[in-house]
Protein backbone atom coordinates (compact mmCIF):
# COMPACT_ATOMS: atom_id res chain seq x y z
CA UNK A 1 0.00 0.00 0.00
CA UNK A 2 1.13 3.90 -1.03
CA UNK A 3 1.90 5.48 1.95
CA UNK A 4 -1.03 7.66 3.14
CA UNK A 5 -1.37 10.82 5.49
CA UNK A 6 -1.97 10.57 8.96
CA UNK A 7 -5.44 11.35 8.94
CA UNK A 8 -5.95 8.77 6.13
CA UNK A 9 -3.74 6.01 8.09
CA UNK A 10 -6.11 6.47 11.46
CA UNK A 11 -9.10 6.18 8.92
CA UNK A 12 -7.97 2.82 6.91
CA UNK A 13 -6.53 1.73 10.49
CA UNK A 14 -9.37 1.94 12.13
CA UNK A 15 -11.82 0.36 9.74
CA UNK A 16 -9.02 -2.37 9.60
CA UNK A 17 -9.77 -3.24 13.59
CA UNK A 18 -14.00 -2.75 13.45
CA UNK A 19 -13.92 -5.41 10.46
CA UNK A 20 -11.50 -7.60 12.92
CA UNK A 21 -12.56 -7.84 16.25
CA UNK A 22 -11.01 -10.39 18.93
CA UNK A 23 -8.21 -10.77 16.64
CA UNK A 24 -4.88 -10.35 17.57
CA UNK A 25 -3.46 -8.13 14.97
CA UNK A 26 0.77 -7.67 14.78
CA UNK A 27 2.35 -4.16 14.81
CA UNK A 28 3.99 -5.20 11.76
CA UNK A 29 0.99 -5.67 10.07
CA UNK A 30 0.23 -2.12 10.26
CA UNK A 31 3.80 -1.14 9.38
CA UNK A 32 4.36 -3.10 5.94
CA UNK A 33 0.53 -2.42 5.32
CA UNK A 34 1.21 1.56 5.32
CA UNK A 35 5.05 1.87 5.05
CA UNK A 36 5.18 3.51 8.31
CA UNK A 37 7.73 3.14 11.41
CA UNK A 38 6.40 1.19 14.57
CA UNK A 39 6.12 4.35 16.75
CA UNK A 40 4.05 6.27 14.65
CA UNK A 41 1.98 3.05 14.33
CA UNK A 42 1.67 3.01 18.11
CA UNK A 43 1.14 6.91 18.01
CA UNK A 44 -1.66 6.14 15.91
CA UNK A 45 -3.05 3.15 18.23
CA UNK A 46 -3.31 5.19 21.25
CA UNK A 47 -5.72 7.98 19.36
CA UNK A 48 -7.96 5.30 18.04
CA UNK A 49 -7.74 3.65 21.71
CA UNK A 50 -8.87 6.90 23.15
CA UNK A 51 -11.81 7.67 20.55
CA UNK A 52 -13.12 3.68 21.09
CA UNK A 53 -13.04 4.26 24.82
CA UNK A 54 -14.46 7.66 24.56
CA UNK A 55 -17.35 7.38 22.54
CA UNK A 56 -18.39 3.36 23.78
CA UNK A 57 -17.26 1.67 20.90
CA UNK A 58 -14.89 -1.09 22.56
CA UNK A 59 -11.98 -1.69 23.98
CA UNK A 60 -8.14 -1.54 22.47
CA UNK A 61 -5.40 -4.00 24.07
CA UNK A 62 -1.89 -3.73 23.59
CA UNK A 63 -0.22 -6.73 24.20
CA UNK A 64 3.75 -6.42 24.57
CA UNK A 65 6.06 -8.93 23.62
CA UNK A 66 7.20 -10.60 20.20
CA UNK A 67 4.14 -12.32 19.92
CA UNK A 68 2.30 -8.83 20.82
CA UNK A 69 0.28 -6.35 18.64
CA UNK A 70 -3.24 -5.16 18.98
CA UNK A 71 -6.76 -6.66 19.33
CA UNK A 72 -9.69 -4.45 19.06
CA UNK A 73 -13.01 -5.90 21.65
CA UNK A 74 -16.16 -4.53 20.42
CA UNK A 75 -18.19 -2.99 24.19
CA UNK A 76 -20.96 -0.61 24.06
CA UNK A 77 -21.83 0.26 27.37
CA UNK A 78 -25.24 -0.96 29.15
CA UNK A 79 -26.51 2.47 29.58
CA UNK A 80 -26.03 2.88 25.46
CA UNK A 81 -27.81 -0.22 25.21
CA UNK A 82 -30.42 0.35 27.91
CA UNK A 83 -31.33 3.65 25.63
CA UNK A 84 -31.62 1.21 22.15
CA UNK A 85 -33.73 -1.42 24.00
CA UNK A 86 -35.98 1.02 25.29
CA UNK A 87 -36.66 1.93 21.95
CA UNK A 88 -37.66 -0.94 20.79
CA UNK A 89 -39.84 -1.74 23.32
CA UNK A 90 -42.10 1.36 22.11
CA UNK A 91 -42.06 -0.40 18.65
CA UNK A 92 -42.74 -3.73 19.68
CA UNK A 93 -45.95 -2.61 21.75
CA UNK A 94 -47.49 -1.37 18.74
CA UNK A 95 -51.02 -2.93 18.66
CA UNK A 96 -51.37 -4.17 15.41
CA UNK A 97 -48.46 -6.49 16.15
CA UNK A 98 -51.05 -8.69 17.56
CA UNK A 99 -51.12 -11.19 15.62
CA UNK A 100 -53.87 -14.46 16.28
CA UNK A 101 -53.62 -16.81 19.61
CA UNK A 102 -51.92 -13.77 21.34
CA UNK A 103 -48.94 -14.11 19.62
CA UNK A 104 -46.38 -11.00 18.69
CA UNK A 105 -45.51 -9.97 15.48
CA UNK A 106 -41.61 -9.50 15.48
CA UNK A 107 -40.19 -10.30 12.23
CA UNK A 108 -39.69 -6.69 10.62
CA UNK A 109 -37.22 -6.41 14.02
CA UNK A 110 -35.24 -9.41 13.21
CA UNK A 111 -35.17 -8.02 9.34
CA UNK A 112 -33.28 -4.60 10.10
CA UNK A 113 -29.27 -4.74 9.78
CA UNK A 114 -28.65 -1.97 12.09
CA UNK A 115 -31.08 -3.45 15.21
CA UNK A 116 -29.34 -6.71 14.12
CA UNK A 117 -26.71 -4.68 14.58
CA UNK A 118 -27.27 -3.00 18.15
CA UNK A 119 -28.26 -6.19 19.22
CA UNK A 120 -25.48 -8.08 18.58
CA UNK A 121 -23.33 -6.06 20.04
CA UNK A 122 -25.06 -6.11 23.19
CA UNK A 123 -25.01 -9.61 23.15
CA UNK A 124 -21.35 -9.31 22.73
CA UNK A 125 -21.01 -6.72 25.31
CA UNK A 126 -22.86 -8.85 27.86
CA UNK A 127 -20.81 -12.08 27.57
CA UNK A 128 -17.53 -10.37 26.73
CA UNK A 129 -14.72 -11.81 28.48
CA UNK A 130 -16.46 -15.76 29.06
CA UNK A 131 -14.07 -18.53 27.07
CA UNK A 132 -16.34 -19.60 24.35
CA UNK A 133 -15.83 -21.66 20.79
CA UNK A 134 -18.80 -21.26 19.29
CA UNK A 135 -22.30 -19.64 19.07
CA UNK A 136 -25.00 -21.92 18.72
CA UNK A 137 -28.95 -21.31 18.07
CA UNK A 138 -31.81 -23.20 16.34
CA UNK A 139 -33.83 -22.87 13.56
CA UNK A 140 -35.20 -20.49 12.06
CA UNK A 141 -35.39 -16.85 13.48
CA UNK A 142 -32.74 -16.89 15.92
CA UNK A 143 -30.25 -17.37 13.07
CA UNK A 144 -30.30 -13.44 12.36
CA UNK A 145 -29.16 -12.78 16.15
CA UNK A 146 -26.93 -15.49 16.04
CA UNK A 147 -24.85 -14.21 13.33
CA UNK A 148 -25.01 -10.67 14.19
CA UNK A 149 -23.85 -11.80 17.75
CA UNK A 150 -21.01 -13.94 16.14
CA UNK A 151 -19.89 -10.85 14.06
CA UNK A 152 -19.08 -8.71 17.33
CA UNK A 153 -17.34 -12.01 18.36
CA UNK A 154 -15.24 -13.16 15.28
CA UNK A 155 -16.74 -16.78 16.27
CA UNK A 156 -18.15 -19.60 13.88
CA UNK A 157 -22.38 -20.08 13.91
CA UNK A 158 -23.70 -23.54 14.44
CA UNK A 159 -27.45 -24.27 13.87
CA UNK A 160 -29.53 -26.77 14.76
CA UNK A 161 -31.92 -28.24 12.56
CA UNK A 162 -35.87 -29.27 13.22
CA UNK A 163 -35.24 -32.14 10.93
CA UNK A 164 -32.25 -33.83 9.73
CA UNK A 165 -30.46 -33.18 6.21
CA UNK A 166 -28.77 -35.40 4.07
CA UNK A 167 -26.74 -32.13 2.86
CA UNK A 168 -25.45 -32.29 6.21
CA UNK A 169 -24.21 -35.84 6.76
CA UNK A 170 -24.60 -38.13 9.80
CA UNK A 171 -26.48 -35.82 13.12
CA UNK A 172 -27.27 -36.42 16.23
CA UNK A 173 -30.93 -36.03 17.21
CA UNK A 174 -32.51 -35.81 20.22
CA UNK A 175 -36.42 -35.50 21.41
CA UNK A 176 -37.56 -32.61 23.47
CA UNK A 177 -40.68 -31.39 25.39
CA UNK A 178 -41.60 -27.84 23.86
CA UNK A 179 -41.82 -25.85 26.74
CA UNK A 180 -45.14 -23.80 25.23
CA UNK A 181 -47.58 -26.31 24.10
CA UNK A 182 -45.97 -29.69 25.77
CA UNK A 183 -45.55 -31.48 22.81
CA UNK A 184 -42.72 -33.91 21.94
CA UNK A 185 -40.51 -32.39 19.29
CA UNK A 186 -37.07 -33.08 17.65
CA UNK A 187 -33.90 -31.26 16.72
CA UNK A 188 -30.74 -32.28 15.27
CA UNK A 189 -27.38 -31.32 14.42
CA UNK A 190 -24.75 -32.55 12.33
CA UNK A 191 -21.76 -34.67 14.29
CA UNK A 192 -19.41 -32.34 11.53
CA UNK A 193 -21.22 -29.36 12.86
CA UNK A 194 -19.74 -29.06 16.30
CA UNK A 195 -16.08 -30.02 18.17
CA UNK A 196 -16.49 -32.32 21.14
CA UNK A 197 -15.94 -30.51 24.30
CA UNK A 198 -16.84 -27.35 22.41
CA UNK A 199 -17.79 -23.95 24.46
CA UNK A 200 -20.47 -23.00 23.64
CA UNK A 201 -22.71 -19.41 23.74
CA UNK A 202 -26.59 -20.11 22.67
CA UNK A 203 -28.68 -17.52 21.28
CA UNK A 204 -32.41 -17.58 20.72
CA UNK A 205 -35.32 -14.76 19.69
CA UNK A 206 -38.00 -16.17 22.26
CA UNK A 207 -37.96 -17.88 25.34
CA UNK A 208 -41.37 -18.80 26.82
CA UNK A 209 -40.69 -21.66 29.62
CA UNK A 210 -37.45 -22.46 28.07
CA UNK A 211 -37.86 -26.07 26.12
CA UNK A 212 -36.03 -25.28 22.91
CA UNK A 213 -33.39 -24.12 24.72
CA UNK A 214 -33.43 -26.83 27.53
CA UNK A 215 -33.32 -29.12 24.13
CA UNK A 216 -30.47 -27.48 23.08
CA UNK A 217 -28.71 -27.73 26.16
CA UNK A 218 -29.86 -31.96 25.88
CA UNK A 219 -28.10 -31.96 22.35
CA UNK A 220 -24.94 -30.46 23.64
CA UNK A 221 -24.46 -33.27 26.36
CA UNK A 222 -24.12 -35.42 23.64
CA UNK A 223 -21.09 -33.42 21.96
CA UNK A 224 -19.70 -33.42 25.49
CA UNK A 225 -20.05 -29.44 24.80
CA UNK A 226 -20.27 -27.22 28.20
CA UNK A 227 -22.49 -24.07 27.68
CA UNK A 228 -21.09 -21.01 28.62
CA UNK A 229 -23.81 -18.95 28.32
CA UNK A 230 -27.45 -18.28 27.10
CA UNK A 231 -28.35 -14.72 25.53
CA UNK A 232 -32.41 -14.15 24.52
CA UNK A 233 -33.67 -11.55 22.76
CA UNK A 234 -36.90 -11.49 24.53
CA UNK A 235 -38.64 -13.66 27.21
CA UNK A 236 -42.31 -14.58 28.45
CA UNK A 237 -42.85 -13.45 32.18
CA UNK A 238 -45.78 -15.15 32.22
CA UNK A 239 -44.96 -18.91 32.92
CA UNK A 240 -45.19 -20.84 35.89
CA UNK A 241 -41.98 -22.66 35.75
CA UNK A 242 -38.95 -21.92 33.50
CA UNK A 243 -36.74 -24.58 32.75
CA UNK A 244 -33.88 -22.61 32.35
CA UNK A 245 -32.28 -21.11 34.92
CA UNK A 246 -29.31 -18.72 33.61
CA UNK A 247 -29.60 -16.81 30.84
CA UNK A 248 -29.39 -13.69 29.63
CA UNK A 249 -32.53 -11.48 28.26
CA UNK A 250 -32.77 -8.24 26.18
CA UNK A 251 -36.07 -7.70 26.44
CA UNK A 252 -39.07 -9.12 28.52
CA UNK A 253 -43.04 -9.29 27.49
CA UNK A 254 -45.30 -9.26 30.05
CA UNK A 255 -48.29 -9.38 28.01
CA UNK A 256 -50.41 -9.53 25.14
CA UNK A 257 -54.32 -8.67 25.72
CA UNK A 258 -56.27 -9.17 22.02
CA UNK A 259 -59.40 -7.73 23.42
CA UNK A 260 -57.39 -4.74 25.05
CA UNK A 261 -54.97 -4.58 22.39
CA UNK A 262 -52.69 -3.67 24.94
CA UNK A 263 -48.86 -5.17 24.86
CA UNK A 264 -46.40 -4.92 27.85
CA UNK A 265 -42.80 -5.29 27.55
CA UNK A 266 -40.14 -3.68 28.72
CA UNK A 267 -35.93 -3.85 28.74
CA UNK A 268 -34.77 -7.70 29.99
CA UNK A 269 -32.69 -8.67 33.07
CA UNK A 270 -29.68 -7.82 31.29
CA UNK A 271 -30.50 -4.06 32.77
CA UNK A 272 -31.24 -4.82 36.34
CA UNK A 273 -29.11 -3.40 38.74
CA UNK A 274 -28.95 -6.59 40.33
CA UNK A 275 -28.11 -8.56 37.66
CA UNK A 276 -24.16 -9.93 37.80
CA UNK A 277 -23.27 -13.20 35.65
CA UNK A 278 -25.72 -15.41 33.37
Same mark, same amino acid.
Not at 34 to 41: D, L
Not at 269 to 276: A, E, I, L, T, V
Given at each position: ???? #?? +? ?23 ? =???? +??? +???? @? ?8 ? =? =? ?15 ? #? ?30 ? *? ?10 ? *?? $? ?56 ? $? ?20 ? =? ?25 ? #? ?28 ? *???? +? ?6 ? @? ?12
Amino acid at each position: MKKL #KR +SARLVEMTQYLLFRPHSLIPLTTFA =ERYN +SAK +SSIS @EDLAIIKEVF =E =EEGLGELQTLAGAAGGV #KFSPKVPKETSLKFIGQLCLQLQQPERILPGG *YLYMSDIMGQPQ *YL $NEIGKTFASAFAGRDIDVIMTVETKGIPLAYATATYMNLPVVVVRRDGRVTEGSAVSI $NYVSGSNKRIQTMSLARRALKE =ESKVLIIDDFMHVGGTIHGMMDLLAEF #KATVQGVGVFMESVEVEERLVDHYISLARL *YGVD +SKTKQITV @EPGNYFDSKKGDA
